[in-house]
């Protein structure tokens, strides 16, 4: 799959990672960059890069009515990162059922929400012929592995983890690629406080097009990310263990 000539959307393009993947995108030759925020006049600064590829739109993914205008808009598109997410509960026993709540709201069924409504342009991508369409799940290492202190968005990410395995399954009979990407610490403003080593969110971004255009499904973008990764593969009980502080 090549970002060259391609048609990207990106959820969450106002900052971070998600600016960062429309950005990576432009450079890679993407014909065409849809870039979704809540609220579009965050995105001028990015639509400036580039005012004739890249598009603004109106996007909440946790409002069905948000997701169908932005899918009337974007009826073009071949691949869709899923980047969008919150981080709004922390342990399980300390956080609110409301911050938890939110946390699958948009990480979860956010996710599927978005996937759902552009799945008929990736449709008709895919069938224009192989390799033309994809989706681009934006996960965390901690969807392998519970960490604790983040509690209730990791088990958020867990459960997108499982949503996008059954997406590759579904949808490979389609011929749309589903890729997951198992981010480590990234230096944006979601764990800007977290004392941990942190990759730039530019970096992390060209690992995850590399990942796409080398057809890989589960995304290792960083030195972190592919070190707990591996761990996982050895033994999940590792990770488990080091997410925990080696507890238990």
């Known amino acids: 799959m090549k970002i060259n000539d391609a048609v990207v ?3 969450g393009a106002n ?3 998600g600016r960062a993947l429309a950005e990576a995108s432009l450079k890679a030759g993407a014909r065409r960059v849809y870039v979704g925020a809540r609220n579009p006049a965050q995105l001028e600064s990015l639509v400036a890069l580039a005012p004739t590829r890249v598009v603004p739109l109106a996007i909440d993914i946790t409002d069905a009515r948000s997701l169908a205008a932005a899918a009337e808009r974007a009826k073009d598109l071949t691949i869709l990162v899923n980047n969008a997410g919150v981080l709004a509960s922390q342990d399980v026993l300390g956080s609110s059922p409301e911050a938890i709540a939110q946390d699958f709201a948009t990480n979860t069924f956010g996710l599927l ?12 991508a895919a069938a224009a012929g192989p390799e033309r369409a994809a989706i681009v799940n934006v996960l965390s ?3 392998l592995g519970n960490m604790p202190g983040l509690g209730g968005y990791s088990a958020s990410k867990a459960a997108a983890h499982s949503l996008t395995q059954a997406l590759r399954a579904d949808l490979a009979t389609k011929h749309i ?5 198992f981010a480590g610490a990234i230096d944006t403003d979601m764990v800007r406080a977290m004392e941990m080593a942190k990759t730039s969110p530019e970096a992390v971004a ?20 592919r ?8 033994n999940p009980k590792d990770l488990e263990r080091a997410l925990s502080g080696g507890v238990g």
Not at 227 to 234: N, W
């Open 141 to 143: 290492v901690v969807s």
């Open 15 to 17: 900052r971070g990672l």
């Open 113 to 124: 929400g978005a996937t759902k409504a552009f799945l008929p342009a990736l449709e008709r």
């Open 177 to 181: 690629r589903v890729h997951g990407v």
């Open 9 to 11: 959307l990106v959820t």
């Open 206 to 225: 060209q690992g995850i097009l590399d990942g796409v255009e080398r057809g890989i499904d589960d995304i290792a973008p960083d030195p972190m990310s």
């Open 227 to 234: 070190e707990l990764v591996a761990m996982y593969q050895r």
